[in-house]
Nanobody
Framework: QVQLVESGGGLVQPGGSLRLSCAAS????????FEWSRQAPGKQRDVVAT???????HYASAVKGRFTISKDNANVTVYLQMNSLKPEDTAIYYC?????????WGQGTQVTVSS
């Protein structure tokens, strides 16, 4: 079993920045990946960024160049640095940890971009 604790998020003006973090604990295996997904009201949940244990990253086109996913292997923690935020980035952001064909979700954290 794996537990995830998310932190960060909040209210920011357009053009501002926020950093989310997600720490995993429990039965961590040798191979895993982290994802950040987001869900806006009335919309489906979409993956915005992915990073493997070995550092391979992937970004959704909507956030490429503005968001950066990174990790700390020693603490099994993933970060999402969000810059140049736009109102359309407003959503609940979820951390997802995947290993051994299983998926674990964080509790979600609200990000609101508004003036």
């Amino acid at each position: 079993q794996v537990q995830l604790v998310e932190s960060g998020g909040g209210l920011v003006q357009p053009g501002g920045s926020l950093r989310l973090s997600c720490a995993a604990s429990g039965s961590i295996l040798d191979f895993y990946l982290f994802e950040w997904s987001r869900q806006a009201p009335g919309k489906q949940r979409d993956v915005v960024a992915t990073i493997t244990k070995f550092g391979t990253t992937h970004y959704a086109s909507a956030v490429k160049g503005r968001f950066t996913i990174s990790k700390d292997n020693a603490n099994v923690t993933v970060y999402l640095q969000m810059n140049s935020l736009k109102p359309e980035d407003t959503a609940i952001y979820y951390c997802n940890f995947r290993q051994d064909y299983k998926s674990y979700w964080g509790q979600g954290t609200q990000v609101t971009v508004s003036s």
